[in-house]
């Protein structure tokens, strides 16, 4: 949960989510990170763009709201 909302906060702020900015801002280690997104990207919740860029899917939107319990 805590990956989709970085990245949903970016979004709003109008700004970028970046893989190596998420780990700085995060506090997290890059495997780690990495595996966590894999699994977000293979249930379709997020995408990765050239250069490393995620953005929130439609699907991704629904998971962070089932998970903070908004649905």
């Known amino acids: 949960m805590k990956i989709l909302e970085y990245i949903k906060r970016k ?4 700004e970028d989510a970046y893989l190596l ?3 700085k801002d995060l506090n997290l280690e890059l495997d780690a990170l990495a595996r966590e997104l894999k699994i977000l990207i293979d249930k379709r919740c997020v995408l990765v763009y050239e250069g490393g860029l995620y953005t929130l899917t439609p699907e991704g939107e629904r998971e962070l709201k089932l998970l903070k ?3």
Do not use: D, N
Request: glycine share 20%; net charge negative.
């Open 11 to 14: 979004e709003e702020a109008g």
């Open 21 to 23: 900015q998420m780990k």
């Open 69 to 71: 319990g908004e649905y």
